[in-house]
Protein backbone atom coordinates (compact mmCIF):
# COMPACT_ATOMS: atom_id res chain seq x y z
CA UNK A 1 0.00 0.00 0.00
CA UNK A 2 1.23 3.47 -0.89
CA UNK A 3 1.78 6.17 1.67
CA UNK A 4 -0.78 8.61 1.91
CA UNK A 5 -0.23 12.32 0.13
CA UNK A 6 -0.62 15.27 2.52
CA UNK A 7 -3.85 16.28 0.31
CA UNK A 8 -5.08 12.45 2.16
CA UNK A 9 -4.08 13.62 5.30
CA UNK A 10 -5.16 16.78 5.60
CA UNK A 11 -8.90 15.30 3.71
CA UNK A 12 -8.59 12.86 7.05
CA UNK A 13 -8.51 15.90 9.73
CA UNK A 14 -11.02 18.22 7.84
CA UNK A 15 -8.21 20.15 7.19
CA UNK A 16 -8.41 22.73 3.83
CA UNK A 17 -5.25 22.94 1.99
CA UNK A 18 -5.27 26.33 -0.07
CA UNK A 19 -3.77 26.55 -3.44
CA UNK A 20 -1.74 29.10 -4.17
CA UNK A 21 -2.69 31.70 -7.08
CA UNK A 22 -0.43 32.87 -9.73
CA UNK A 23 1.27 35.70 -7.83
CA UNK A 24 2.65 38.74 -8.85
CA UNK A 25 3.60 41.48 -6.58
CA UNK A 26 2.45 45.18 -7.67
CA UNK A 27 5.02 46.85 -5.12
CA UNK A 28 8.19 45.25 -5.89
CA UNK A 29 7.12 42.41 -8.87
CA UNK A 30 8.19 39.37 -6.97
CA UNK A 31 6.31 35.97 -7.68
CA UNK A 32 6.04 34.66 -4.42
CA UNK A 33 3.99 34.84 -1.54
CA UNK A 34 4.26 32.76 1.76
CA UNK A 35 1.53 31.88 4.69
CA UNK A 36 2.13 32.74 8.30
CA UNK A 37 0.51 31.34 10.97
CA UNK A 38 -0.19 32.34 14.66
CA UNK A 39 2.21 30.12 17.15
CA UNK A 40 -0.52 27.00 17.42
CA UNK A 41 -1.83 25.83 20.56
CA UNK A 42 1.00 24.47 22.10
CA UNK A 43 0.43 20.92 21.79
CA UNK A 44 3.32 18.69 20.43
CA UNK A 45 1.91 16.07 18.29
CA UNK A 46 -2.21 14.92 17.24
CA UNK A 47 -4.23 17.69 18.39
CA UNK A 48 -1.88 20.88 16.88
CA UNK A 49 -3.76 23.52 15.70
CA UNK A 50 -2.08 26.16 13.89
CA UNK A 51 -4.24 29.34 12.13
CA UNK A 52 -3.48 31.66 9.05
CA UNK A 53 -2.84 34.55 10.02
CA UNK A 54 -2.06 36.43 7.29
CA UNK A 55 0.29 36.04 3.60
CA UNK A 56 3.79 37.86 3.33
CA UNK A 57 5.13 38.89 -0.52
CA UNK A 58 8.72 36.73 -0.85
CA UNK A 59 10.15 39.67 -1.99
CA UNK A 60 9.13 43.25 0.11
CA UNK A 61 7.73 41.55 2.93
CA UNK A 62 4.64 43.51 2.93
CA UNK A 63 1.58 41.22 4.53
CA UNK A 64 -1.44 41.14 3.26
CA UNK A 65 -4.89 38.87 4.03
CA UNK A 66 -6.02 37.95 0.84
CA UNK A 67 -3.87 37.57 -2.17
CA UNK A 68 -6.08 37.67 -5.21
CA UNK A 69 -7.85 41.13 -3.32
CA UNK A 70 -4.67 42.28 -2.54
CA UNK A 71 -3.48 42.19 -6.46
CA UNK A 72 -6.54 43.44 -7.50
CA UNK A 73 -6.52 46.29 -5.39
CA UNK A 74 -3.00 47.51 -5.69
CA UNK A 75 -3.25 47.23 -10.04
CA UNK A 76 -6.18 49.39 -9.76
CA UNK A 77 -4.24 52.01 -7.77
CA UNK A 78 -1.27 52.02 -9.80
CA UNK A 79 -3.30 52.22 -13.08
CA UNK A 80 -4.93 55.43 -11.64
CA UNK A 81 -1.60 57.61 -11.29
Known amino acids: MAA ?8 LFGEK ?3 KI ?5 ICDYDEYY ?5 GNGIIGP ?4 KLTH ?4 GCSVHFNDPKAFIK ?6 KKK
Do not use: H, M, N, W
Request: aromatic share 12%; charged share 35%; net charge positive.
Open 55 to 58: YVCG
Open 4 to 11: PEDKDIAK
Open 22 to 26: PFRCP
Open 47 to 50: GYVS
Open 73 to 78: RLTRIK
Open 35 to 39: PVYDQ
Open 17 to 19: KEE
